[in-house]
């Protein structure tokens, strides 16, 4: 797990990553994977105040460390804490460019037809 105050100095390490400011999110749903040392892997998410949903913001890969199920472990984790704070489902907004269905897919989620969305219930 990280801080909130961590994810800006994590995210410069990562060039696929989207700009979002996590300064305005309040969660407990920080992420991350290193390898001696350093940053390899992270993931941030947060759970809807008002549901039992939560939203997936991000899941970010080092290139040379893909593919080794290491953000499928992040993600894993999340879940798992998710269903502690009696979280039913994850959403997730992710770049069809990216190629990301499959992966999503595999993890259990529905992919939506038209949005780059998609949606686990757990």
């Known amino acids: 797990n990280a801080r909130v105050t961590d994810i800006n100095e994590i995210k410069k390490k990562f060039i696929y990553t989207k ?11 920080i992420y991350v994977a290193e390898d001696c040392g350093n940053v ?22 080092l290139q040379e460390y893909r593919n080794k199920n290491i953000a499928t472990s992040l993600i894993k984790c999340f879940e798992d804490d998710l269903k502690k704070d009696n979280c039913g489902s994850i959403l997730v907004f992710y770049n069809k460019n990216d190629n990301l269905s499959e992966f999503y897919n595999k993890m259990g989620f529905e992919i939506g037809d038209n949005l780059a969305v998609a949606l686990k219930d757990i």
């Open 40 to 61: 390899i892997v992270y993931l941030y998410g947060d759970m809807t105040k008002s549901s039992r949903t939560s939203i997936l913001f991000g899941v970010e890969v």
């Open 19 to 29: 700009g979002f400011n996590v300064k305005t999110f309040e969660s407990d749903y």
